[in-house]
């Protein structure tokens, strides 16, 4: 299992910016795809987004999609999620993740999460 530390929650307005980090020390890193989860208070968790190992492919939830963009920078071994336009459904714990492949949604490391709050 891969260790996974994400950073950059807080509290937030609705309408404004939060960027979320997730680094690991993982030398393997380049050749997971990498993703976030996120987790509101009483909900299951869900699929937010996900990148391919270069970064080249994204896919991103409906709920999501226009709003948050992820990326990553391999030689810092670092995904980010960059969210904008947050609203108060956007608050929950977010987790990132690296899964099986680009088109599994197995889950095979979790991050210990980060919590956003959006307020209105």
């Known amino acids: 299992q891969v260790q996974l530390v994400e950073s950059g929650g807080g509290l937030v307005q609705a309408g404004g910016s939060l960027r979320l980090s997730c680094t690991t020390s993982?030398?393997?890193?380049?050749?997971?795809?990498m993703g976030w989860y996120r987790q509101a208070p009483g909900k299951q968790r869900e699929w937010v987004a996900h990148t391919s190992t270069d970064g080249g492919h994204t896919n991103y939830s409906d709920s999501v999609k226009g709003r948050f963009t992820i990326s990553r920078e391999n030689a810092k071994n670092t995904v980010y999620l960059q969210m904008n336009s947050l609203k108060p459904d956007d608050t929950a714990v977010y987790y990132c993740v690296t899964l099986e492949n680009f088109f599994s949604s197995k889950v095979t490391s979790w991050g210990q999460g980060t919590q956003v709050t959006v307020s209105s």
């Open positions: 993982e030398t393997i890193y380049s050749l997971k795809v």
